[in-house]
C-alpha cells in the first residue's frame, strides 16, 4: 500500500490549492463555478460535488502534473510480453514512469502548462483507461482508495477555496510561488504551501 492513504489526499490537496494560487485566472473561475452552483450561504457538501465540472478539471489538471506516486508501485510481469518494440521477459520488475508519462509532449499539447481546461468536451477520466492520465495507476493492481481519495480532495479543495481568499504571505507575487517537487516514491512539495485566507462566505464556516 502506498505510504499511508491520507498522506497521498493530504499532498493532491496540497498541490492542487498551490496550483490555483499560482494562477489567479483557475481560482476565480473555481470560485465563480461555486458560487453559482453552491451560493454563497453555505458550505460545499458532498452531494454538490458531482454538479462541479470545474472542479474536476482543476483537481485532474493537478494530479496530471502532480502524481502522488509519480513511478506508481514496482509491478511484476507474469508472462513474457512486448511493450511497443520492448521485449519484457517474465518476472520482470516494472517501473511505470506515471510523471513522465502525464507530462508527455506527444500526448499533451502544452503539456508543462496548468490548464484545466485541456478536458473540457474530453472523455478522459482518471479510472485508467486512459493511459496519457494514470496518477492512480491502472488495471487490476490500480488503487483501490480512489474514489475516497477523490471525494477527500474535491470536498476539501472546493470548501477552501469556496469559504477563504487566499493570499501569500509577506505580499509575494502568486507567479514567485515555488513549485520544487521532493522527488521519491511519493512527490510532495518540497516545502510546505503556506498561504493567509480572508473569509468569504456569508455563513459562519464552522457550522
Ligand atoms: C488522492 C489520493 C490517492 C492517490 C493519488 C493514490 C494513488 C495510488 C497509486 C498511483 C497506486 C499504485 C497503483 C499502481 O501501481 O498501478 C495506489 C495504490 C494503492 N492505494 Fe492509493 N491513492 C490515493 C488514495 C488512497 C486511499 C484513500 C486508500 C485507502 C483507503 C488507498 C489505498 C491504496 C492501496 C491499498 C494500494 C495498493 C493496491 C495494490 O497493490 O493492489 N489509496 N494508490
Given at each position: 500500500m502506498l505510504a499511508g492513504s491520507i498522506d497521498t489526499s493530504a499532498t493532491a490537496i496540497e498541490w492542487t490549492l498551490s496550483e490555483l494560487i499560482k494562477n489567479p485566472r483557475v481560482m476565480k473561475k473555481l470560485q465563480m463555478e461555486l458560487e453559482s452552483v453552491v451560493g454563497m450561504e453555505r458550505k460545499v457538501e458532498e452531494s454538490d460535488l458531482e454538479k462541479l465540472e470545474y472542479l474536476d478539471m482543476v483537481i485532474k489538471e493537478s494530479m496530471r502534473l502532480h502524481p502522488v506516486a509519480p513511478l506508481l508501485i514496482p509491478h511484476e510481469s507474469r508472462e513474457d510480453c512486448m511493450v511497443g518494440e520492448f521485449f519484457i521477459p517474465k518476472r520482470s520488475k516494472v517501473i511505470v514512469n506515471a510523471w513522465a508519462i502525464m507530462r508527455d509532449p506527444s500526448a499533451w499539447d502544452d503539456a508543462e502548462k496548468f490548464w484545466p481546461e485541456r478536458f473540457e468536451g474530453s472523455s478522459i477520466d482518471l479510472k485508467g483507461h486512459d493511459f496519457e492520465l494514470i496518477p492512480f495507476g491502472s488495471?487490476?493492481?490500480?488503487?483501490?482508495g480512489m474514489q475516497l481519495g477523490l471525494t477527500l480532495v474535491r470536498l476539501t479543495v472546493s470548501q477552501v477555496v469556496h469559504c477563504f481568499d487566499w493570499k501569500l504571505p509577506?505580499?509575494?507575487?502568486?507567479?514567485?510561488l515555488d513549485m520544487t517537487e521532493e522527488f521519491g516514491l511519493s512527490m510532495p512539495r518540497a516545502n510546505h504551501l503556506l498561504a493567509i485566507p480572508s473569509q468569504r462566505l456569508h455563513c459562519h464556516t464552522d457550522s
Open positions: 488495471g487490476r493492481r490500480s488503487c483501490p509577506n505580499n509575494m507575487l502568486s507567479s514567485e
